[in-house]
């Protein structure tokens, strides 16, 4: 019986197997993954405002930057605003909590609820539609004068007849360390003074812009030269002498239902009060009152 060599097909199959392995292709190296990048900070939110409910009605939203016994600083997306206490109902905080101040006016309108269109002009009349944007005029007083009347005017004259007066006479106190500072404000407590035949609609008061309307006899198209001017008492409350400190004018036409618009632009300048031994305002002629008529549709914005 012939052996079996079992030890050479052993040594061929080992050789076989090597030079098909060495024949396969490389196995390529993966790669490490690349560092996961890092996700874009979200952006931070905004902080929900201050909503201060006023007693007429009006709502002003801001953040609440001071405050004191007797007013609030708010700072809102058209400037810093002082409101007195006095003039606050409530004050809706950002985390949502309720602070009530005072009673709302019995004629108060809420602010949801549906405005009231304005009624129509009479036969024969013009209406005059001014809105007021930019600074507020001011002035601080020296406390050592007692007696000084505090009262500003803002006086609206048509060919140099006054046809209307607003008069604030409310001090905004904590403005000016050692000082008395009135700033002439169309909310509550300004007074409303129409020359005979003239109807003076309430101020729509709105961060950044009051509006004033008032109807005056028009029975045609007719030319006129409006004035504003704003007044200090340099008497007494009982004998008053007021004296224009800032005024400006312009031409406007006025027409039986057709509005005529004035937009009025207002820049502190360099106002101040200032001055040693002495303290008394300085530069208040730097304020400026800018003046620009328009015809009605031009500007939807003040449409009455």
Same mark, same amino acid.
């Given at each position: 019986?012939?052996?079996?060599?079992?030890g050479?097909a052993a040594?061929t199959?080992?050789?076989g197997?090597a030079?098909?392995?060495?024949?396969?292709a490389p196995v390529?190296?993966?790669p490490?993954p690349a560092?996961a990048?890092?996700?874009a900070p979200?952006?931070r939110?905004?902080p929900?405002?201050d909503?201060?409910?006023?007693?007429?009605?009006?709502?002003i939203?801001?953040?609440?930057?001071?405050q004191?016994?007797?007013?609030?600083a708010?700072q809102t997306p058209?400037?810093?605003?002082?409101? &007195?206490r #006095?003039?606050v109902?409530k004050?809706?905080r /950002?985390? =949502?909590?309720?602070? @009530?101040?005072? *009673?709302f006016?019995?004629d108060?309108?809420?602010?949801?609820a549906?405005?009231?269109?304005?009624p129509t002009?009479a036969?024969?009349?013009g209406r005059?539609?001014?809105?007021i944007?930019?600074?507020t005029?001011?002035q601080?007083f020296?406390?050592r004068e007692?007696?000084?009347?505090l009262?500003l005017r803002?006086?609206l004259?048509?060919d140099?007849?006054?046809v209307?007066v607003y008069?604030?006479s409310?001090?905004?106190?904590?403005?000016? &360390?050692g #000082?008395?500072?009135?700033a002439?404000?169309f /909310?509550? =407590?300004?007074t409303? @003074?129409?020359? *005979?035949?003239v109807?003076?609609h309430p101020?729509?008061v709105?961060?950044?812009r009051?509006?004033?309307k008032?109807?005056?006899?028009a029975?045609g198209p007719?030319?006129?030269r409006l004035?504003?001017?704003?007044?200090?008492?340099t008497g007494?409350a009982?004998?008053?002498g007021?004296?224009d400190?800032?005024?400006?004018?312009t031409?406007?036409t006025?027409?039986d239902?057709q509005?005529a618009?004035v937009?009025?632009?207002?820049?502190?300048?360099?106002?101040?009060?200032?001055g040693?031994?002495?303290?008394?305002?300085r530069h208040v002629?730097?304020f400026?009152?800018?003046?620009?008529?328009?015809?009605a549709?031009t500007t939807p914005?003040?449409?009455?």
């Open positions: 019986m012939r052996p079996r060599h079992v050479g040594a199959f080992g050789l197997a030079l098909a392995l060495a024949q396969q390529a190296e993966t490490p560092p990048a890092k996700p979200s952006p939110p905004t929900a405002p909503v201060y409910h006023l007693r007429n009605g009006d709502r939203s801001g953040r609440t930057v001071a004191t016994r007797r007013s609030f708010v058209f400037g810093r605003l002082t409101l &007195p #006095a003039r109902a004050v809706v /950002a985390d =949502g909590t309720e602070e @009530a101040f005072n *009673p006016d019995d108060a309108v809420p602010a949801a549906v405005p009231v269109p304005a002009p036969t024969g009349t005059l539609v001014l809105a944007s930019g600074k005029f001011w601080a020296d406390p007692a007696e000084r009347d009262t803002l006086e004259r048509l140099e007849e006054a209307v008069s604030d409310e001090p905004d106190p904590d403005q000016i &360390p #000082a008395i500072v009135n002439f404000s /909310a509550e =407590g300004l409303v @003074a129409p020359a *005979p035949g109807r003076v101020a729509e709105r961060p950044g009051i509006v004033l008032l109807d005056v006899a029975p007719v030319a006129k004035r504003l001017a704003y007044q200090i008492n007494t009982a004998e008053p007021w004296k400190v800032v005024s400006a004018a031409e406007l006025l027409a239902g509005p618009l937009d009025v632009r207002q820049e502190r300048g360099r106002m101040e009060f200032a040693f031994p002495r303290r008394r305002m002629e730097t400026e009152l800018n003046l620009t008529a328009t015809t549709g914005a003040l449409a009455p």
